[in-house]
């Protein structure tokens, strides 16, 4: 039972994310069966890369002329900030054993956010974020499949669902910000973001706001630290 209890909680735990998923997984098949990809292609790609945003970007790595460096390349550049999820969850990581290849694959943004809420002194943290995990990508295939077949016999204009993404971040966010207390990590990042957009635009802007982000953070910490 006390295991059915865990699975439980993780599915509570995921909801918002479930939600988010399974429309933007839907709206990444759509797009995939667009490019001449069936069902099954969505959902390998959905299990082997599973990368969120860089899925949608990959859907045009798909073409002539497109080689692996330039996929590499973009690769990092748009998933550099999992550098500083990863650095983060060492810890947490650490005690989770066989399961710790899975974790680390299986670390997207929405996947941290839920994740950094979890307590470990719970007896049963590790379960529930190895759960946590494993149904988040499971709703991100179950949506890349649904919006697969769905576009395969409904074809429609897709112009403009990719936005599907920005509404899913848009989303979590405002979910963590009503359930957290504490607002200024929030603040932080949105100041560091849009400081780094505006100095360094639109294209250059990721990791010079994660370093930004970090420094303000550890600048933060330290001196709550003193002040304690």
Partial sequence: MKHKGVFFEAVETTIPVMLGYLFVGIAFGMLFQEKGYNFLWAAAMSVFVYAGSMQFIGINFFVPGVSLV?????????????????????????????????????LTDETYSLLVNIKNEEGHA??????????????????????????????????????????????????????CSDHRPALCGTACGLLSLVVFGAENMVIPSMILIVLVLMAMKKKAGDAS
């Fill in 70 to 106: 330039e996929v590499a390349l973009m690769t990092l550049l748009v998933n550099v900030r999992h550098i500083f999820y990863g650095l983060s969850m060492i810890e947490p990581f650490s005690h989770m054993g066989r399961k710790k290849p899975y974790m680390i694959f299986s």
């Fill in 126 to 179: 590790d379960k529930l974020m190895f759960l946590i995990s494993f149904l988040d990508q499971c709703y991100w295939i179950i949506g890349s499949i649904l919006g697969s077949l769905i576009g395969s016999m409904l074809p429609f204009d897709t112009t403009g669902i990719d936005f599907a993404l920005i509404a899913l971040f848009v989303v979590i966010f405002t979910e963590q910000w009503l359930s």
